[in-house]
């Protein structure tokens, strides 16, 4: 067990340093002289000269990545170009919302996509089946932005049930954090329930074939029991996995979305940044997502044996 | 998939025919006719320019269209070569596969963004970028054919009678990678039209007077309040274009892959 996990978490050693790499590479990948793209298309001489030293991109590449990488491990992302203030503080700042938004999608996305995934799979090549499929489909071919703007379109503009746009934090009451989360969380979590479903419905599926499933039903369980306590259980490995898989899609998504409803979070720093072409904060932002989704799909990965005791490692 | 088949063939002819079909040049502003709402001069109104939605519209698919088939095709073609050497190159593998790892660690939307802000945008620009973060999941997918395929008996035999590695390879393993390609290929469509919708619509994407989708509903956005069907009408085309594409990936699916099409 402990020798898995000792390997496990070495695994995400080597992943990450490609992030980083490709994170560092991607300031030098970038066709033409960094220094001066990001200076900008009217930047003078002297002023792509002093971004260049300020970022020192005048010394050796290898120099500049050990340098870099040193800095980042002890937590410095560097500093805005915009502003100068430190990224890490910038990213700091924003988690709330972001973190916020996350939770409230999974929590609809999973009280969407389960009931339905175990009802397709339990009255599997039915109406009800393809009924959820269907919605499944919809839901990978509408962009989040089409339902957010089709959200705000229907409950705040035609029936102006809930606020427009904008974010408001616990502190200042459960309503109207609610008002702000609702729209934001459906429409993300659309996107990721048809995911979710679509796997729940496979992976019930297969389990719902089972011998011991038919023991359950002959013991004259109810099938409540049987779903929820012989088959979803069984079930939940693949379902997990996909859920951390989806983290992915949901860190993508936060990012329209912020951009949509005004949430000002990570997401909307990352476009605020793109526009300004704030490299270090692109960096910051992107080094720190994806260092959040290798940890979820670890926590993911070391889950298993706790869900599944069949699961040795 | 007939529907979507039939769907999709109607918005190809939209976009080819875009110069017929159109009433305007999709960038022509005039100024006094802005902010019309759709009706029967302007079939889907106009914006805070006065250019012509419809014709916008139109355009629009063209952009759509060739990002969505060229990342298709390009990721296929990379990944499929990546993926064939990765499976049959021991060597090259660990190291290959520790990239694609590192890759497919990075949100796929925010490593196409990332590229974006760094580069000019252009088409080309937009279809490298979405190309870059999809060439993992195709490695991927290629490798485990071909892992699957080198233990087979018929490989095996290949083998033993001599046939040179790069033989096996073009004439037993590549055949069997390409159903499951073309299908990964369909929903790479799907996706790429909407992650350039979204780099578009984020200021990442294409040049602002490049009328996609993308941009036309970033212009509508300040003004959704007032002209909401500029949002609406552009949102509906991509969510069907979409749509279309990822019915014609299920039929595949089904058609191509039976032992899967019956568990999902």
């Known amino acids: 067990m402990f020798s898995y996990l000792g390997r496990r978490i070495l695994a995400t050693i080597p992943v990450m340093a490609v992030v980083a790499v490709v994170v560092f590479a991607l300031l030098h990948l ?240 990352t476009v605020d940044a793109i526009l300004r072409r704030d490299y270090p904060v692109i960096q910051g932002v992107v080094l720190v997502f994806s260092a959040v989704y290798v940890l979820i799909n670890l926590a993911v990965d070391l889950s298993y044996g706790f869900l599944d005791p069949r699961i040795r490692y | 998939m007939l529907v979507g088949l039939a769907l999709l063939a109607l918005l190809a002819i939209a976009a080819i025919a875009a110069p017929w079909l159109a009433h305007a040049d999709p960038s022509a502003m005039s100024p006094i006719k802005r902010l019309r709402p759709p009706g029967e001069e302007y079939w889907f109104g106009t914006d805070t320019l006065g250019r012509d939605l419809y014709s916008r519209v139109l355009y629009g698919a063209r952009v759509s269209l060739i990002v969505g088939f060229a990342v298709a095709f390009l990721s296929t073609a990379v990944g499929l070569a990546i993926g064939l050497l990765s499976g049959f190159a021991r060597r090259v593998d660990a190291v290959l596969m520790r990239i694609m790892d590192g890759l497919m660690a990075i949100p796929p939307v925010l490593l196409a963004i990332a590229l974006m802000a760094l580069t000019r945008a252009s088409m080309g620009n937009v279809i490298i970028a979405i190309t870059v973060a999809e060439v993992p999941r195709v490695t991927r997918l290629v490798r485990s054919v071909v892992l699957t395929l080198r233990e087979q008996p018929f490989v095996e035999a290949a083998h033993a009678v001599g046939t040179p590695t790069w033989r096996i390879l073009v004439r037993h393993i590549l055949p069997n990678t390409v159903p499951p390609l073309i299908v990964q290929a369909t929903y790479i469509c799907a996706s790429a039209i909407i992650v350039e919708a979204i780099l578009s619509f984020l200021g990442a994407g294409m040049p602002p007077n490049v009328p996609s989708w993308g941009n036309v509903i970033a212009e509508g956005r300040t003004l959704f309040q007032v002209a909401a069907y500029i949002v609406i009408v552009p949102s509906i085309f991509l969510s069907i274009t979409v749509l279309a594409v990822n019915l014609i990936g299920d039929g595949l699916r089904d058609a191509l892959d039976p032992r899967l099409a019956r568990r999902m």
């Open chain 1, 30 to 269: 970038a066709p033409g002289d960094p220094a001066a793209v990001i200076a900008g298309d009217q930047a003078t001489v002297e002023e792509v000269a002093k971004v260049r030293a300020q970022l020192g991109l005048d010394r050796p590449l290898a120099v500049q990545f050990a340098s870099w990488l040193g800095n980042v491990l002890r937590g410095d992302l560097g500093r805005s170009i915009y502003d100068g203030q430190p990224v890490t503080r910038m990213i700091a700042q924003r988690v709330a919302p972001t973190l916020a938004l996350s939770l409230c999608t999974l929590f609809v996305a999973l009280a969407v996509s389960l009931p339905l995934g175990i009802i397709a799979a339990w009255k599997a090549g039915t109406w009800i089946d393809r009924g959820v499929m269907g919605f499944a489909v919809l839901g990978f071919s509408f962009p989040v932005f089409v339902i957010g703007y089709g959200l705000i379109y229907l409950l705040s503009l035609k029936l102006e049930w809930l606020p427009v746009q904008g974010y408001a934090s616990l502190r200042e009451g459960v309503g109207e954090f609610a008002a702000h989360m609702v729209m934001p969380a459906l429409a993300l979590g659309w996107v990721l329930s048809a995911l979710f479903a679509r796997m729940t419905r496979t992976s019930m599926l297969e389990v719902l074939s089972q011998d011991y499933i038919r023991t359950a039903q002959a013991k004259g369980l109810s099938n409540r029991q049987v779903l929820v306590g012989h088959a979803l259980k069984n079930a939940a490995v693949p379902i997990v996995t996909t859920i951390g898989i989806g983290i992915a899609l949901l860190i993508g998504g936060v990012v329209v979305t912020e951009t949509v409803f005004a949430i000002p979070g990570v997401g909307l720093l």
